[in-house]
């Protein structure tokens, strides 16, 4: 069992800056590909970002691929999500999600390949 809490979240203008985490309970998080998913009021749930589980491997969704940043710190339980000039579109809330890492990490693009989820940050981005 993984539980997940993420943090961080808040208002902000465009072109600046957050910083959310998402610390985990277990000791088997370790074992676990993180991922950020996203959801803007009237749209349906979308991926962000996941790490696999040395932090080597990276994968981001297009929209934010050279304004984002996924890292762990395994040592901690927690993942983060260094997010850089932020944009209106960008307003949603963002929940991580862990998965046991069976898979390549092009598998954990879809959120029903996660087991458990964290109940959501919200961002907002204002113009």
């Known amino acids: 069992q993984v539980q997940l809490v993420e943090s961080g979240g808040g208002l902000v203008q465009a072109g600046g800056s957050l910083r959310l985490s998402c610390a985990a309970s277990g000791r088997t998080f370790s074992s676990y590909v993180v991922g950020w998913f996203r959801q803007a009021p009237g749209k349906e749930r979308g991926f962000v970002a996941a790490i696999g589980l040395s932090g080597s491997s990276t994968y981001y969704a297009d929209s934010v691929k050279g304004r984002f940043t996924i890292s762990r710190d395994n040592a901690k339980n927690t993942v983060y999500l260094q997010m850089n000039s932020l944009k209106p579109e960008d307003t949603a809330v963002y929940s991580c999600?862990?998965?046991?890492?069976?898979?390549?990490?092009?598998?954990?693009?879809?959120?029903?390949?996660?087991?458990?989820w964290g109940q959501g940050t919200q961002v907002t981005v204002s113009s």
């Open positions: 999600a862990a998965g046991r890492a069976f898979y390549s990490l092009t598998y954990y693009l879809m959120d029903s390949h996660y087991d458990y």
